[in-house]
């Protein structure tokens, strides 16, 4: 069965950081499009950073330059560090596999998510 | 960015209605559009990708069409566990965006 586990989440103070994981089981995350989305509480999606097959990797405008996307073949796990914590990123973070490696195509495995608190 | 627009916001309806739910996008997007459904607590699931095409293990009660700026989601017979949310999403450009989703309830 493919799956992903996300973990890290917790209680952060404003400017601090946190490094969220997830690992995968039943696919290999070197060969696929890995995305981060999150969901504040009571609000709707929002997708945040994707990584590449190749490596490459976007990000929302809402994280660029705070938040890094990452992978570790050999643990077949993505990351995702968040440096420079705003209230505002107050969310559950979800880590998603695209269906295909179609620069196109939808969120077809999902994780059940980490919630992130930042506040004093 | 590409803002997607979901209507209505919340709709009821009964076990074995017919409903739609469209979206819009500010843009044109192709056929790169998708579904989503969430429950309270879980995390999304996906429905339709490509505008159209229904994924692996969904009913076929669900349906999907559109085209361009303008897209809907059918259930053509409600069931009890189809009231959740309900999301679209497109995967035109980047940053990907989603709507701000419509609120399925029981009448």
């Known amino acids: 069965e493919m799956q992903l586990v996300e973990s890290g989440g917790g209680l952060v103070q404003p400017g601090g950081s946190l490094r969220l994981s997830c690992a995968a089981s039943?696919?290999?995350?070197?060969?696929?499009?890995m995305s981060w989305v999150r969901q504040a509480p009571g609000k709707g999606l929002e997708w945040v950073s994707v990584?590449?097959?190749?490596?490459?990797?976007y990000y929302a405008d809402s994280v660029k330059g705070r938040f890094t996307i990452s992978r570790v073949n050999s643990k077949n796990t993505l990351y995702l560090q968040m440096n420079s914590l705003r209230a505002e990123d107050t969310a559950v973070y979800y880590c998603?596999?695209?269906?295909?490696?179609?620069?196109?195509?939808?969120?077809?495995?999902w994780g059940q998510g980490t919630m992130v608190t930042v506040s004093s | 960015d590409v803002q997607m627009t979901q209507s209505p916001s919340s709709v009821s309806a009964s076990v074995g209605d017919r409903v739609t739910i469209t979206c819009r996008a500010s843009?044109?997007?192709?056929?790169?559009l998708a579904w989503y459904q969430q429950k309270p607590g879980k995390a999304p699931k996906l429905l339709i990708y490509?505008?159209?095409s229904l994924q692996s293990g969904v009913p076929s009660r669900f349906s999907g069409s559109g085209s361009g700026t303008d897209f809907t989601l059918t259930i053509s017979s409600l069931q009890p566990e189809d009231f959740a949310t309900y999301y679209c999403?497109?995967?035109?450009?980047?940053?990907?965006?989603f709507g701000q989703g419509t609120k399925l309830e029981i009448k």
């Open positions: 998603a596999r695209a269906r295909t490696t179609d620069l196109h195509d939808a969120f077809d495995i």
């Open positions: 990584i590449y097959t190749g490596g490459s990797t």
């Open positions: 843009q044109g997007i192709s056929s790169w």
């Open positions: 039943g696919f290999t995350v070197s060969s696929n499009y």
């Open positions: 999403q497109q995967a035109n450009s980047f940053p990907y965006t």
């Open positions: 490509a505008a159209s």
